[in-house]
Structures are given as C-alpha cells and as structure tokens.
Nanobody, 115 residues
Framework: VQLVESGGGLVQPGGSLRLSCAAS????????MRWHRQAPGKERELVAAITSTGSNTNYTDSVKGRFTISRDNAKNTVFLQMNSLKPEDTAVYYCNFMVFLKVYWGQGTQVTVSS
C-alpha cells in the first residue's frame, strides 16, 4: 500500500492550492478516502472525506464552502481543492483510508498560508 501526497507549498492568505494523493497497492475504488491535517502543537484532525464512488462527501466545519474533496477512480487519485486559504489552514496534510480499523497514511504534504 502506498499513498503519495503532492501539491503543498507556500501561499498567501486568500490563495488556493490543489492537493493530490496518488494511491497504489490496493483496490482504490473500494474505499472511502480522507484528508486529515496536523498543525504544529495540535492533534491531527479530519478535514474531508469522500465515499468510494464519490457520491457523498463531508467536511469539518472550518473548511466548509472553501475546500472540495474529489476523486478519480480511473487514476487512483484523491484531490483536495483548497480555496480562500487562511493562516489557520497551515498544517501538514495527509491522505488516508481505513481497512478493518487499520489506517494507512501517506507521508504528508506541507501547506503554509502566510503573507
């Protein structure tokens, strides 16, 4: 199993980034995929999730209306479009999924929102 995130970087407040997570080693289309983030000194938190077919999504309140999770099952990739970024969105972002209570994580990608 491998999850590889990309797309992070430094962006000014109000800017946008699109994160990608390329998956391999498992049947991607079977699983709900999630994005978590962890800011310095804080616990890791769930940001967004998308069901296996992409028919349902959910978001933590702080990102609703600004972030959009999507997936391409043909390319085994999940995305997180982040708009209207705020300094409090600064964190390492991880994609992940769970099988029988075991969570598989990517290595993370750093997002820094600063002027």
């Amino acid at each position: 199993v491998q999850l590889v995130e990309s797309g992070g970087g430094l962006v000014q407040p109000g800017g946008s980034l699109r994160l990608s997570c390329a998956a391999s080693g498992f049947t991607f289309s079977w699983y709900t995929m999630r994005w978590h983030r962890q800011a310095p000194g804080k616990e890791r938190e769930l940001v967004a999730a998308i069901t296996s077919t992409g028919s349902n999504t959910n978001y933590t309140d702080s990102v609703k209306g600004r972030f959009t999770i999507s997936r391409d099952n043909a390319k085994n990739t999940v995305f997180l479009q982040m708009n209207s970024l705020k300094p409090e969105d600064t964190a390492v972002y991880y994609c992940n999924f769970m099988v029988f209570l075991k969570v598989y994580w990517g290595q993370g990608t750093q997002v820094t929102v600063s002027s």
